[in-house]
């Protein structure tokens, strides 16, 4: 049960219509007679996604879109007589949290700010989400450099920021709460300065995109240049030529004249000052 419903939200939380072929997935295809197999994947349109949905929802008990095996022992616990179903890590629920500046969070009534070197991690349901509203809101890409957001060289306007890792687990879904109810003048996303981490921040649809403030300087010839990882994402820069305008259009051109692929890491080591781009 469980991995056939955790395939299944997967893939629709995700937004894709491939699967790669597997026994769990052969399976559900033959219980619930959607999928085209196509080779070593499996192709499912908008109707047979509503109707993998559906089938969790029967037979599990649980939406695959909303609801989920994750969450936790103490999630789990509450509508299960097993705890240990859950697969999610014992910190997966948790929120990654920094103060930057001047800024402070306020958790379980109290306020709360992070010295240099450290993290906050918070179940979001203590999390003020009020105050949170009325402070700069940067989200980061890699949860590895939230311990080094003091390095960060974040433009005038975002010097006072909360810093909050995107998460990779369970706690995804409380990130993507807080950016939909976060103002868009507030808000700003930091990913990676190559067409799959702007494609990305594109895709968020509201505040700003952080770059280095001196894109034009950067060059194939950059040091910490990675032309290998460019030349793999040539899906991602033209999604990223077709939606961009004004400036970040133009700096999609510059990445694609010098194959540019600039990891978040080596931005943040080499003191890299960031600048703000609106995308929506």
């Known amino acids: 049960m469980r991995a056939e419903v955790s395939a299944i939200e997967r893939l629709l939380r995700a937004g894709k219509a ?4 597997g026994k769990v997935w052969d399976q559900i295809c033959v ?3 959607v999928g085209q ?32 095996l994750s969450g936790g022992r103490m999630a789990m616990a509450s509508h299960n007589a097993s705890e240990k179903l859950s697969p ?41 989400t009020d105050c949170l509203q009325t402070q700069n809101l940067v989200i980061i890409e890699n949860g590895g450099l939230m311990p080094y957001w003091a390095d960060f060289k974040l433009p005038v306007q975002f010097t006072n920021s909360i810093i909050l890792y995107r998460g990779h687990r369970e706690n995804v879904r409380g990130v993507t709460e ?39 300087e950067l060059d194939r010839h950059t040091p910490f240049n ?42 943040v080591r080499r003191n890299v000052r960031l600048m703000e781009l609106t995308i929506a």
């Not at 491939?18 to 072929?21: A, E, G, I, Y």
């Not at 196509?38 to 609801?67: C, M, N, S, W």
């Not at 001047?102 to 240099?116: C, D, F, I, K, Y």
């Open 37 to 68: 197999v196509v080779g070593k994947e499996i192709h499912f349109t908008p109707e047979e996604r509503q109707r993998l949905r559906e089938y969790a929802k029967a037979e599990h008990g649980l939406d695959p879109q909303y609801d989920s």
């Open 31 to 33: 219980e619930t007679g």
């Open 178 to 216: 807080l950016a939909i109810n976060h103002p868009a003048d507030k808000l700003a996303w930091f990913f990676d300065y190559d067409p799959a981490g702007q494609s990305l921040a594109l895709d968020q649809g509201k505040g700003c995109t952080l770059v280095p403030a001196d894109w034009r």
């Open 18 to 21: 491939t699967v790669r072929r």
């Open 88 to 128: 999610d890590s014992v910190f997966g629920e948790l929120l990654v949290l920094a103060t930057a500046g001047a800024t402070h969070l306020r958790v379980s009534g109290e306020s709360v700010s992070t010295p240099r070197g450290s993290v906050l991690s918070v179940r979001s349901e203590c999390l003020d």
């Open 226 to 267: 990675q032309p290998k990882v460019h030349r793999s994402q040539s899906v991602a820069l033209k999604r990223l030529k077709d939606r961009a305008t004004g400036e970040l259009l133009a700096i999609a051109e510059h990445m694609a004249r010098h194959e540019l692929a600039v990891m978040q890491e080596h931005l």
